[in-house]
């Protein structure tokens, strides 16, 4: 008795050990690389029979340029019923540079046609570990429905439908319309059923399409887009409107500060393609809201940052023929970054460059006489820009020469005027022993060209 059962216990345990090490047995195909991620024959089967196929995961280093942690299967997307799948290793999650296995196995119930699809997550350390999960087209799984004998008819298709009722047992009907999108089934009186796929998503905004038996529900709603330029301060800014699938009929709603409020509404047929503004300085919050009369709609919410414009201003003094003349920058909003572009005759060809940084406050020169038209331009980094075109005219200095003779005591002296560039409103001062102080004051036009 104690020998019978020391066999039974034996035995059993045998038995638990073939059957654990048959639902793990799964060993990665070898010929599989890292560039296909998942790579195996999803085989064909049939109604009610046993049906195995096994799948191996092939991972590289990196993906997209960052360096990949691992991938973990969660689950399968139209997985015939009837059907489970186990993984090695048992997590189902497969470390980067190395390969695992998925054994999808059972009995599956229900005939018909399914595109597998794995659904994983990925790791990936982009400086922090972040997840992103990424559903895998793997390929599709036909499981052939039975006839009345039983059989799949040595197929694995759908279309190998029988008469069961109100005809020949055993008499079979192909209702196989080479369409993937329909599902094909018999109606058990020698007729077929080719039924569309249902790819309806109740979304009035998407186009829902079949395509090689996959549903695509393609968006056809509006877009909003809109460009701006330029954006400087006290500029005129043009705003093109460049969104699409706006219907005549739609109405926009402006919230200015993104605040739940509505301060604006257009109807699209009356709003222009492109408006003009001026702008000011500052950052600005806004939301767009764009309504189809189908009641499909698009939100844009953007924060547009206008920097200031610079402002040219210089001073010249003094200004006079000969003399040495200073030039102050008192420019306002200009970035150190800037460039000065100088037009000496305003005639558009730039004939000196200065960037900010290095232009002085204070630049002095001699200036001559003459009257002279020039044009400043100062660009910041952000395209902002100015200009100043000015005309200056430096008269001549007045030059003092006099000619006294005789010169001998006793003697009437006759002082002739001999200076140049005097102004008829000019007026002359005397400083007799040049100590500083004025002696006498002469107005130009009332001093005679000779004095005795």
């Given at each position: 008795?104690k020998?019978i059962?020391?066999?039974?216990?034996l035995l059993?345990?045998?038995l638990l050990n073939?059957?654990?090490a048959?639902?793990?047995?799964?060993?990665?195909?070898?010929?599989?690389t890292?560039?296909?991620i998942i790579c195996?024959?999803?085989?064909d089967?049939?109604?009610?029979e046993?049906?195995?196929?096994?799948?191996t995961?092939s991972?590289?280093?990196d993906?997209g340029g960052?360096?990949?942690?691992?991938v973990?299967?969660n689950?399968f997307?139209?997985?015939p019923?009837?059907?489970?799948?186990?993984c090695?290793p048992s997590?189902?999650t497969?470390?980067?540079?190395?390969?695992?296995?998925?054994?999808?196995?059972g009995?599956?119930?229900t005939?018909?046609?399914y595109?597998?699809i794995?659904?994983t997550?990925?790791?990936v350390d982009?400086?922090?570990?972040?997840?992103?999960?990424t559903?895998l087209?793997?390929?599709?799984?036909?499981?052939?429905?039975?006839?009345?004998?039983?059989e799949?008819n040595?197929?694995?298709?759908i279309?190998?439908c029988?008469?069961?009722?109100g005809?020949?047992?055993?008499?079979l009907?192909?209702?196989?319309?080479?369409?993937?999108?329909?599902n094909d089934?018999?109606?058990?009186?020698?007729?077929?059923i080719?039924?569309?796929?249902?790819?309806d998503?109740n979304?009035p905004c998407?186009?829902d399409l079949?395509?090689?038996?996959?549903?695509?529900?393609?968006?056809v709603?509006?877009?909003?887009?809109?460009?701006?330029?330029p954006?400087?301060?006290?500029?005129n800014?043009?705003?093109?409107?460049?969104s699409?699938g706006?219907?005549p009929d739609?109405v926009?709603y402006l919230?200015l500060?993104?605040?739940?409020?509505?301060?604006a509404?257009f109807?699209?047929?009356?709003l222009?393609?492109d408006s003009?503004?001026?702008v000011?300085?500052?950052?600005a919050?806004f939301?767009?809201i764009?309504?189809?009369?189908?009641g499909?709609?698009?939100?844009?919410?953007?924060?547009?940052?206008?920097?200031?414009?610079?402002?040219?201003?210089?001073?010249?003094?003094?200004?006079c023929d000969g003399?040495?003349?200073?030039?102050?920058?008192l420019?306002?909003?200009?970035d150190?970054d800037?460039?000065?572009y100088l037009?000496?005759?305003?005639?558009?060809?730039?004939?000196?460059?200065?960037?900010?940084?290095?232009l002085?406050t204070?630049s002095?020169f001699?200036?001559?006489?003459?009257?002279?038209?020039?044009?400043?331009?100062?660009v910041?980094?952000?395209?902002?820009?100015?200009?100043?075109?000015?005309?200056v005219t430096?008269?001549?200095?007045?030059?003092?020469?006099?000619?006294?003779?005789?010169l001998c005591?006793g003697?009437n002296?006759?002082v002739?005027n001999?200076s140049?560039?005097?102004?008829?409103?000019?007026?002359?001062?005397?400083d007799?022993?040049?100590?500083g102080?004025i002696?006498?004051?002469?107005?130009?036009?009332?001093?005679?060209?000779?004095?005795s």
């Amino acid at each position: 008795m104690k020998n019978i059962t020391f066999c039974c216990l034996l035995l059993a345990g045998i038995l638990l050990n073939v059957n654990t090490a048959t639902s793990q047995i799964c060993t990665p195909d070898p010929n599989c690389t890292s560039a296909e991620i998942i790579c195996g024959t999803l085989d064909d089967g049939c109604e009610n029979e046993f049906y195995v196929t096994i799948l191996t995961i092939s991972l590289p280093n990196d993906i997209g340029g960052f360096t990949l942690v691992d991938v973990t299967l969660n689950s399968f997307t139209n997985l015939p019923p009837g059907l489970s799948f186990e993984c090695n290793p048992s997590s189902c999650t497969v470390a980067a540079n190395s390969s695992g296995c998925i054994v999808i196995e059972g009995n599956p119930t229900t005939p018909g046609t399914y595109n597998l699809i794995a659904n994983t997550t990925a790791r990936v350390d982009v400086g922090i570990i972040v997840s992103i999960d990424t559903p895998l087209v793997v390929g599709t799984i036909i499981i052939a429905e039975k006839d009345c004998n039983g059989e799949c008819n040595g197929t694995a298709s759908i279309d190998n439908c029988s008469i069961c009722s109100g005809g020949s047992t055993g008499l079979l009907a192909d209702c196989d319309d080479d369409d993937p999108c329909t599902n094909d089934s018999c109606d058990g009186f020698g007729g077929c059923i080719n039924t569309p796929l249902d790819c309806d998503d109740n979304n009035p905004c998407t186009n829902d399409l079949c395509i090689n038996g996959v549903c695509e529900n393609e968006y056809v709603g509006p877009v909003l887009d809109f460009s701006v330029t330029p954006l400087c301060d006290g500029q005129n800014a043009t705003v093109t409107n460049l969104s699409t699938g706006i219907d005549p009929d739609a109405v926009y709603y402006l919230d200015l500060n993104n605040d739940g409020s509505i301060d604006a509404t257009f109807p699209a047929a009356a709003l222009p393609s492109d408006s003009s503004f001026v702008v000011g300085a500052g950052s600005a919050t806004f939301a767009v809201i764009v309504v189809n009369p189908d009641g499909c709609s698009d939100t844009l919410v953007a924060s547009v940052t206008t920097p200031f414009s610079p402002q040219l201003d210089f001073d010249v003094t003094p200004l006079c023929d000969g003399q040495n003349a200073t030039v102050t920058n008192l420019s306002t909003n200009v970035d150190t970054d800037a460039v000065y572009y100088l037009d000496l005759n305003n005639d558009g060809s730039i004939d000196g460059t200065f960037p900010a940084a290095a232009l002085p406050t204070d630049s002095s020169f001699v200036v001559g006489a003459g009257t002279a038209t020039f044009a400043v331009i100062v660009v910041n980094p952000d395209g902002c820009s100015d200009t100043l075109v000015a005309s200056v005219t430096t008269p001549f200095s007045p030059q003092l020469d006099f000619d006294v003779t005789p010169l001998c005591d006793g003697q009437n002296a006759t002082v002739t005027n001999l200076s140049t560039n005097v102004d008829a409103d000019a007026v002359y001062y005397l400083d007799l022993n040049n100590d500083g102080s004025i002696d006498a004051t002469f107005p130009a036009a009332a001093l005679p060209s000779d004095s005795s």
